[in-house]
């Protein structure tokens, strides 16, 4: 049965980027069981300047612009350019990556998933009068990107996410789950039978 529960903007933590080169919001991850690192994670950041991305080898991720005018990730020779609101690109945390702004400083969000232990399947819609979310996971993760909005489901009626607000799925019902409202980013999150 679905478990649902809201993560607030004040639990959000903030820390270095692991090259020093900026910091990363947290919104939330699980911590791998023996300790060595994070089954996944999502977060937010600023970027300010052209620059290397941290490595984390292991991991494939996901970005989305979230503000700003725009980003070209070069990721061992191969170009995502981002120019629209929650505009992704989905890319190796082993390539070296360096993103080039097009105009000034932006905002992404990340989803980031150790791939021996879990995938992670991203969409985004913008100001939706409804969109249908055909959830098959182990988690599903639910962003509240520029304005509110109510998540239902199979077993669940209304699950109502504020503003900047991450809703949380334990163990989603199989099926289709409805978001109305605001912009949002809709992560679901399956663990490989190994690693449960």
């Known amino acids: 049965m679905s478990v649902a529960n809201l993560i607030e903007p004040t639990s959000y933590r903030a820390m270095p980027w692991r090259n020093g080169l900026g910091t990363t919001i947290e919104l939330l991850k699980q911590d791998l069981p023996d300790g060595d690192g994070f089954a ?23 970005l989305l612009l979230l503000e700003g ?8 020779g191969v170009s995502h350019r981002l120019e629209k609101p929650l505009q992704l690109a989905r890319f190796s945390g082993d390539e070296q990556t360096r993103a080039i702004l097009h ?17 992670a399947r991203v969409s985004s819609a913008i100001h939706p009068a409804e ?10 993760l639910v962003y ?5 909005l109510s998540l239902s489901g199979p077993d669940i009626s209304t699950m109502s996410i504020p503003p900047a607000h991450l809703g949380v799925v334990q163990d989603p ?24």
């Open 103 to 119: 105009d000034g400083p932006v905002k992404d969000f990340n989803i980031m998933a150790r791939r021996r232990h879990c995938s």
């Open 40 to 62: 996944w994670r999502l977060s937010m950041a600023e970027v300010a300047t052209d620059g290397e991305f941290s490595n984390f080898s292991g991991y494939d991720r996901t």
């Open 144 to 148: 509240a990107v520029d304005g509110g």
């Open 69 to 76: 005018n725009g980003l070209t990730l070069d990721c061992d």
């Open 131 to 140: 969109s249908t979310l055909d959830v098959d996971g182990d988690i599903l």
């Open 173 to 196: 019902a199989r099926g289709s789950w409805l978001c109305r409202g605001a912009s949002h980013i809709a992560v679901q999150i399956s663990h490989h039978p190994a690693s449960v």
